[in-house]
């Protein structure tokens, strides 16, 4: 399984931008996707995740109300759509699936597979 992301940019504090995260290769037995997000400097910190078959959603504290993740699993792709973005966002977000309902959500212990990476910048 591969994973692309794409959609991020430089945007200024209180913009908005989408990340997209597309599956290819063999997805099949996918339960689930997620955005992580690393700053220099800073340990990989979890974002926002979905649920395949249930669209269960979980954010972590600092997004929640700002970013709303969510999932086409016809294309199997996975957004994250950014809203009133601070310069604390600003990060490399890594898009993650997941192959178990089971364990954390939240950790990238449970992930199987991990796109490159795409760089957001939110200026001042």
């Known amino acids: 399984v591969q994973l692309q992301a794409s959609g991020g940019g430089l945007v200024q504090a209180g913009g908005s931008l989408r990340l997209s995260c597309a599956a290819s290769g063999r997805p099949f037995g996918i339960y689930g996707m997620g955005w992580f997000r690393q700053a220099p400097g800073k340990e990989r910190e979890f974002v926002a995740a979905v649920s395949w078959g249930t669209y269960r959603t979980t954010y972590a504290d600092s997004v929640k109300g700002r970013f709303t993740i969510s999932r086409d699993s016809a294309k199997n792709t996975v957004y994250l759509q950014m809203n009133s973005l601070k310069p604390e966002d600003t990060a490399v977000y890594y898009c993650?699936?997941?192959?178990?309902?089971?364990?954390?959500?939240?950790?990238?212990?449970?992930?199987?597979?991990w796109g490159q990476g795409t760089q957001v910048t939110v200026s001042s």
């Open positions: 993650a699936a997941r192959q178990t309902f089971k364990g954390d959500w939240d950790t990238p212990h449970d992930y199987a597979y």
